[in-house]
């Protein structure tokens, strides 16, 4: 039967993957034998490509699916318990904006002596915390490693990092991988983003440098 096949006719099917296999076999063939063919069967697969582009959008009825139901002679309420708009309760949606004020501030002690601390903001997904420190004089903070970025900005007191002393106003950003251990000598007070990971194990830092 293949002798009465017409690449012609047929090309245009295969473009629309509606040959059978043994037609799309034969199309294949043909190409095989005469690749210029190849370029005839790319123009139709390039006109089957842009038809969808090429209707414009129809709008949706508002009673189509009433007509349906009238057409098949259904009762559209009585034809399944899902006919009927479903409502389902709205979940709850973060608020556009989120406060806490300072009275309600919930201040923690740290494990480090001298030091509280109230969690302003938690964000699991990105390993980071927001947070409101406050440290008493003379507190040295143990040596750590950051594992993100640490971000600190002061608002009253004193902090030494690495020799330097910042005040009030300052901030101080430390990258990660930075290692440090700050103190106060006369107490100090700072808003401070920093990593959930940040390494405090100082065997293990003095190992891996």
């Known amino acids: ?12 099917l295969y473009a629309l993957d509606l040959l059978t296999p043994e037609q799309r076999l034969w199309i294949e063939a043909q190409i095989a034998e005469c690749p210029d063919l190849a370029e005839e069967l790319a123009g139709y697969e390039a006109a089957v490509g842009s038809m969808p582009y ?28 899902h006919s009927q708009a479903q409502t389902s309760p709205a979940e709850p949606s973060e608020p556009e904006q989120f406060a806490i004020r300072a009275g309600e501030l919930n201040w923690k002690p740290h494990r480090i002596e001298g030091v509280e601390c109230a969690l302003l903001f938690l964000d699991e997904v990105n390993r980071m915390r927001s947070m409101l ?51 106060t000598n ?21 190992r891996s440098h």
Do not use: Q, W
């Not at 009673?63 to 318990?81: E, H």
């Open 133 to 183: 420190v406050t440290a008493a004089a003379g507190v040295v903070y143990p040596l750590h490693e950051h594992r993100g970025v640490e971000e600190i900005y002061m608002l009253a007191g004193d902090l030494i990092i690495d020799n330097r002393t910042y005040l009030a106003g300052d901030y101080i950003r430390s990258h990660p991988n930075s290692i440090h251990a700050p103190s």
């Open 1 to 12: 039967m293949t002798d009465h096949y017409c690449f012609c006719d047929l090309a245009p």
């Open 186 to 206: 006369t107490g100090c007070k700072f808003l401070i983003r920093s990593c959930i990971d940040d390494n405090y194990d100082e065997n293990s830092i003095a």
């Open 54 to 81: 090429t209707a414009p959008p129809m709008p949706m009825a508002a009673n189509l699916k009433d007509r349906l139901f009238d057409r098949l002679g259904l009762d559209p309420v009585a034809s399944s318990p």
